[in-house]
């Protein structure tokens, strides 16, 4: 069994990112990243840091699947979605995906941060933009254009310091 496994999902490169990042703050050689599509046997891990890209306001059923799978772990979610600095949302996010985890893990928080999204959404918006409700949707283009740089070096800062706190967390209830 190895001590750290980083698994994710990410269809568009934002949330592998993350992934990368936290993977290489983690302590030591006992440890993997892996893309859950993948072939290759996921290996058993004491501490697992499990990333997602938001469809929906949550993760993918890949994901929920693995999660719910897990018993007598420690888990840290991580996931990338189009909102902007939104904490009321991510904490949404956060419980949709953590609801997957069996009580008997320990379950450590969660990292979510701002991620660009395909151009075919701005086109979309701007198809179903009227008079009406031009300012509910420019809102949405201003989110759109801001996360053309996400995640940003700030971000993947933020990813550090999240390991940091997590591993701390692990150190204390050792
Ligand atoms: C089909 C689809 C559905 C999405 N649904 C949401 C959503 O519900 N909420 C949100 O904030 N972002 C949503 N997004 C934006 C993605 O979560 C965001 O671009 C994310 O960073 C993609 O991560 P990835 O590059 O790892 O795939 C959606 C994107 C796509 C393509």
Redesign the pocket.
Known sequence: MIEYLVLYQ???????KIAATIFSHLPGTSKDLIDITTDKTIPEARVYFIGF?????SCSMAVSDFLSGLSGKQIALFG????GDSPEYYSAIEYSANAWIESDNDYLGAFICQ????HRVRQKYEALRTDKNASQINLCIRNFDAALTHPDSLDLEHAKVFVEKILRKIKAED
């Open positions: 990410s269809e568009s490169g934002n949330t592998k890209c938001v469809h929906r306001g990338t979605c189009g909102m991620g660009k999204m395909p």
